[in-house]
């Protein structure tokens, strides 16, 4: 039931992130790793329908989590994130979920609390899709999204618009 979905992971943390992806994949999921958020950011998203939930650090070189949630918060069809770190704070939990995180999470964290997240992280995204493809969300009423694009584009997080990818 959760292959459907695909969770990102970033932190900086080699062991951290290693660890996080063996137990999600141990759920079920389909996980990709990112050592930073501008690898995250980098990284080509085809718009193909797959459900995505970005589980982040908070403190990373280059961009912080907060950071990297606002930038994937300013894309057409922004995933559903959660924040998962050693410093996590007060205020930070209150920017976090102002900007629309789905959870903040200390670690370490209990192997129930993390799937209790990436669950309810999972079925908003999933509803997301869904809601791109309803015929009534789209003024073609074909039941694609105004943000899907030709085979052959893709969306990259850090972008405002998809981008033609060359042919192989």
């Not at 959760?2 to 994949?25: F, H, P, S, Y």
């Not at 080509?44 to 990373?60: H, K, S």
Request: charged residues 25%; aromatic residues 6%; hydrophobic residues 40%.
């Amino acid at each position: 039931m959760n292959e459907d979905v695909i969770i990102c992971v970033v932190d900086d943390d080699d062991r951290v992130r290693i660890a996080l992806a063996r137990l999600l994949k141990s759920e079920g999921y389909a996980t990709r790793t990112f050592p930073s958020g501008l690898a995250l950011l980098a990284e080509a998203w085809p718009f193909d329908g797959t459900a995505r939930v970005v589980l982040t650090d908070l403190r990373m070189p280059g961009i912080d989590g907060i950071a990297l949630a606002r930038r994937l918060g300013a894309s057409p069809v922004p995933p559903p994130i959660i924040f998962l770190t050693a410093h996590g704070d007060e205020t930070a939990a209150a920017i976090a979920m102002q900007d629309g995180a789905v959870d903040f999470l200390e670690k370490p964290v209990q192997d129930a609390d993390l799937f209790k997240a990436v669950a309810r992280a999972a079925a908003q995204s999933r509803e997301q899709i869904a809601g791109l493809r309803s015929p009534d969300k789209c003024e073609n009423g074909t039941g694609n999204s105004d943000h899907a694009t030709a085979k052959g584009s893709a969306y990259f997080p850090g972008d405002d618009e998809p981008r033609n990818l060359p042919r192989r």
